[in-house]
């Protein structure tokens, strides 16, 4: 199980991650503990060179993850996903509102494609068939299966049929390389095509990229389950 200082880790890096400029105060409140254990946790963040802190106007600060503490984050988020006894009702919840969002806003026919660890996409069609949504496929570079029941298993976005990667909408799974499944999907996709599960705590693209829909976009990152 993750430790209560993993967890507690986790939550500050991704509040830091969320909002820049932020007093402790306010990430105390976010966190729900006493300002003097968030200088605490601050100080040991930047001690271990997983946040860096500049001073901005009107007498504020800024702390901002260095590559380390991405890192760092993206480590915590694994472990907890790997040892939480909760993570499989939260996963599903997850895919249960994309799921469900798109029946909500009239995309019946919507096309999902999972990217991610096999796992995950077991229980995303195990969520796909209580919604009666068909996953078109899952992109998993970690087994030779070729198939998820009736779902084909392929290992790389570029083996998708081109009908089928010009409108698919897309959902990060993985839980080791999410923010680099999410950015590479962003930069060959249309952003807006693309959706990564909460739980994942992935940082969402602020602009879309090339949109690229051809095929002709990188594949770096894009093999699932990488």
Same mark, same amino acid.
């Given at each position: 199980?993750?430790?209560?200082?993993?967890?507690?880790?986790?939550?500050?890096?991704?509040?830091?991650?969320?909002?820049?400029?932020?007093?402790?105060?306010?990430?105390?409140?976010?966190?729900?503990?006493?300002?003097?254990?968030?200088?605490?946790?601050?100080?040991?963040?930047?001690?271990?060179?997983?946040?860096?802190?500049?001073?901005?106007?009107?007498?504020?600060?800024?702390?901002?993850?260095?590559?380390?503490?991405?890192?760092?984050?993206?480590?915590?988020?694994?472990?907890?996903?790997?040892?939480?006894?909760?993570?499989?009702?939260?996963?599903?919840?997850?895919?249960?509102?994309?799921?469900?969002?798109?029946?909500?806003?009239?995309?019946?026919?919507?096309?999902?494609?999972?990217?991610?660890?096999? #796992?995950?996409?077991?229980?995303?069609?195990?969520? $796909? @068939?209580?919604?009666?949504?068909?996953? =078109? +496929?899952?992109?998993? !570079?970690?087994?030779?299966?070729?198939?998820?029941?009736?779902?084909?298993?392929?290992?790389?976005?570029?083996?998708?049929?081109?009908?089928?990667?010009?409108?698919?909408?897309?959902?990060?799974?993985?839980?080791?390389?999410?923010?680099?499944?999410?950015?590479?999907?962003? #930069?060959?996709?249309?952003?807006?095509?693309?959706? $990564? @599960?909460?739980?994942?705590?992935?940082? =969402? +693209?602020?602009?879309? !990229?090339?949109?690229?829909?051809?095929?002709?976009?990188?594949?770096?990152?894009?093999?699932?389950?990488?």
């Amino acid at each position: 199980m993750p430790t209560q200082n993993n967890k507690a880790e986790l939550d500050l890096l991704n509040a830091v991650d969320d909002e820049t400029v932020i007093s402790q105060a306010a990430l105390g409140e976010r966190l729900g503990v006493a300002a003097g254990l968030v200088n605490f946790m601050m100080k040991r963040a930047i001690g271990k060179g997983l946040v860096t802190v500049k001073k901005v106007p009107a007498r504020r600060y800024a702390y901002l993850l260095t590559p380390k503490g991405f890192a760092e984050k993206a480590r915590l988020v694994a472990d907890y996903m790997n040892t939480s006894m909760g993570m499989f009702r939260k996963v599903r919840a997850d895919f249960a509102d994309i799921f469900s969002g798109s029946v909500s806003a009239g995309s019946g026919e919507a096309q999902f494609v999972v990217v991610g660890d096999l #796992e995950m996409a077991e229980v995303a069609l195990l969520e $796909a @068939l209580r919604c009666d949504i068909d996953l =078109a +496929a899952v992109i998993c !570079g970690k087994t030779n299966r070729g198939n998820l029941g009736a779902v084909k298993i392929l290992s790389n976005v570029e083996h998708l049929p081109t009908a089928l990667a010009d409108n698919a909408i897309f959902i990060v799974a993985d839980i080791y390389h999410a923010q680099a499944q999410y950015d590479a999907l962003v #930069e060959r996709y249309d952003r807006k095509r693309v959706l $990564a @599960l909460q739980s994942l705590h992935v940082r =969402a +693209a602020k602009t879309g !990229g090339p949109g690229k829909t051809n095929g002709t976009g990188k594949a770096a990152g894009t093999r699932g389950g990488r």
